[in-house]
């Protein structure tokens, strides 16, 4: 069965720092990875996918991961955060089992 | 830590009829419940968002009266598909916020629905 661990569950920055959350999978077959954002009291926001291609993905809000199928990690980062990035973050892998999030990772960015 | 059960994992039926997807918080009170559905090769898309003891607030687009949702209690969401096409084939997931922090959004396992 596939699966997903997220390594930090609480992150505190503060602005202007870099970020990096971590994201490991366990799954042998080919997978597809997203990064998803859920701000406070809203739903999710895809931040980001990689299905093929080039390993480093850039998505939105000045995201960015990068898939190492060696590692099987697909970590988030950005180099320069910002208060409104206050949010929930969530890994997940879709494999032959559908799709599976990591348990999350509460961001505060403080001022 | 938090648990969301949802259930079936898996369900086929046939057009026509109607199929019930439940999503249960084990150990916390969940106060809003959030059902998204996934397209192939899409991401996902939010169908509504329910809070307990009050109507779900469905987004653009999606039928209420096709994708009945029950928020009855603080542990039970359940999502019900009236009336099933093979266009509804599709995964489903429900996500629930524990009501006790301001954060902490928990999602079920999937249910990957077959209508033939």
């Known amino acids: 069965a596939q699966s997903v661990s997220q390594h930090n569950h609480h992150v505190i920055l503060s602005e202007a720092a870099s970020l990096e959350l971590g994201c490991n999978y366990s799954?042998?077959?080919?997978?597809?990875l997203f990064w998803y954002v859920q701000y406070p009291g809203q739903h999710l926001q895809l931040l980001l996918k990689?299905?093929?291609?080039?390993?480093l993905v850039k998505g939105i809000k000045g995201f960015e991961a990068e898939f190492i199928k060696s590692k099987f990690s697909f970590n988030l980062r950005k180099p320069s955060v910002q208060w409104s990035d206050t949010a929930e973050y969530f890994c997940a892998v879709r494999g032959a089992d559908g799709l599976t999030f990591g348990k999350g990772t509460h961001l505060i960015i403080q001022p | 830590g938090a648990v969301v059960s949802q259930h079936p994992s898996r369900v086929i039926c046939k057009s026509g009829t109607s199929v019930k997807i439940e999503c249960r918080s084990l150990?916390?009170?969940?106060?809003?419940m959030f059902w998204y559905r996934q397209f192939p090769k899409k991401s996902l898309m939010l169908m509504a968002t329910s809070n307990e003891g009050s109507k779900a607030t469905y987004e653009q687009g999606v039928e209420k009266d096709k994708f009945l949702i029950n928020h009855a209690s603080l542990t039970l969401s359940t999502l019900t598909v009236t009336s099933a096409h093979p266009e509804d084939s599709s995964f489903y997931i429900c996500s629930a916020r524990d009501r006790n922090t301001n954060y902490g959004y928990t999602f079920g396992s999937g249910t990957r629905l077959t209508v033939v």
């Open positions: 990689y299905f093929s291609g080039d390993p």
């Open positions: 799954y042998g077959g080919t997978v597809n």
């Open positions: 150990d916390f009170q969940a106060t809003t």
